[in-house]
C-alpha cells in the first residue's frame, strides 16, 4: 500500500507541476495574455505549485520510509504555509470573480479601474494579509499546552487535528476559526456569487 502511495502522489505532484509551469509560461509568454485575468491566474498557478509543494513531497517520502515524524517547527511552519496558501488564494479568485464582474458590466471602465497598478496592489495586499492572518492562527495554535499523545492522525500537521491533541482550552481558538471561516470564506463566497 505505501508503495502504491509513492507511485500515485509523485504522479499528481509533478502532473499539478506540469499543469501550472504550463499555465505560467503560457501567460508569460503571450503578450495578447497580459490582462489582468490572467495575471491573476498566474499568480494563481505559482501559488498552487507552492500549495501542493508544501504537503506532498513529504507524505511520498513518508509512505516510503514508513517514518511519520515530524518536528514542532516543521509542523508549524507546515501550517503556516497551509493556511497562508489557502487564504491567498481564496483572496486571488475573489479578485478575480471581481474582474470578471467589472469586465462584463463596466467594460468602459474596466481599463481605468483594472489598471496594472490596482492589480499589483490587490496581490500584495492579498499577501501580506495572509501572513498577518497564517500568523495570527499558527501562534494561537502554538501557544497551547499539548499533554497528550503527540500523534497527529493526518499526513500533515492541521489545526483542528492539533486541537485535538491540546489539553488546554481550546475555546476560544475555536471562536477563532469559527469567526474567521466565516468572515474570510462567507466574504469571498459573497464577492463569487455578486459577481
Keep these: 500500500m505505501c508503495f502504491l502511495y509513492f507511485t500515485v502522489y509523485p504522479l499528481l505532484y509533478v502532473g499539478a507541476l506540469l499543469g501550472n509551469l504550463l499555465i505560467i509560461t503560457i501567460t508569460t509568454a503571450d503578450h495578447t495574455l497580459h490582462t489582468p485575468m490572467y495575471f491573476f491566474l498566474r499568480n494563481l498557478s505559482i501559488l498552487d505549485m507552492c500549495f501542493v509543494s508544501i504537503t506532498v513531497p513529504n507524505t511520498c517520502v513518508n509512505s516510503l520510509t514508513g517514518n511519520r515524524v515530524i518536528s514542532v517547527t516543521g509542523c508549524a511552519s507546515q501550517i503556516f504555509l497551509v493556511i497562508f496558501c489557502a487564504y491567498v488564494e ?22 481605468i479601474i483594472m489598471n496594472p497598478q490596482f492589480c499589483v496592489r490587490m496581490t500584495l495586499s492579498s499577501l ?19 499533554c497528550q499523545s503527540n500523534v497527529v492522525h493526518q499526513f500533515f500537521c ?32 459573497g464577492i463569487i456569487i455578486m459577481s
Excluded at 481564496?90 to 471602465?109: E, H, K, N, R, T
Excluded at 501580506?128 to 499539548?146: I, K, Q
Excluded at 477563532?176 to 471561516?181: G, I, M, Y
Design 158 to 189: 492541521d489545526v483542528p487535528s492539533l486541537l485535538r491533541l491540546s489539553c488546554s482550552d481550546i475555546t476560544s481558538n475555536m471562536v477563532l476559526l469559527f469567526v474567521s471561516t466565516i468572515i474570510v470564506g462567507g466574504g469571498s463566497f
Design 128 to 146: 501580506l494579509s495572509g501572513l498577518m492572518y497564517a500568523g495570527v492562527h499558527t501562534g494561537n495554535t502554538f501557544r497551547l499546552s499539548f
Design 90 to 111: 481564496i483572496m486571488f479568485l475573489s479578485i478575480m470573480a471581481w474582474d470578471l464582474y467589472v469586465a462584463i458590466c463596466q467594460p468602459l471602465q474596466y481599463p
